[in-house]
């Protein structure tokens, strides 16, 4: 999974069925980007970033209540 698909998910109507969806699929791609990129690697730096601004983001919406 990549914000790629999951961008080109979220512009086709009715392909996620609820935000949790989404949340899965963002998480999906802040694991694959741990996975396959090194700590210390730019690419796995800019992730953990993004990881942790989505997941604050996604706490203070809460979305799950």
């Known amino acids: ?8 998910k979220l512009d086709s109507p009715g392909v996620y069925k609820s935000p949790l ?3 899965d699929d963002l998480r ?4 694959n ?4 990129n ?3 690697h ?3 730096n800019m ?3 993004l990881a ?3 997941e604050n983001a996604w706490a203070e919406s809460n979305m799950e209540n």
């Open 21 to 23: 969806e989404v949340r």
């Open 42 to 44: 730019p690419v796995r």
């Open 38 to 40: 090194p700590p210390g």
């Open 1 to 8: 999974m990549d914000v790629g698909t999951v961008k080109k």
């Open 33 to 36: 980007c741990a996975t396959y």
């Open 52 to 54: 942790a601004a989505w």
């Open 47 to 49: 992730g953990d970033i």
């Open 28 to 31: 999906l791609v802040w694991k």
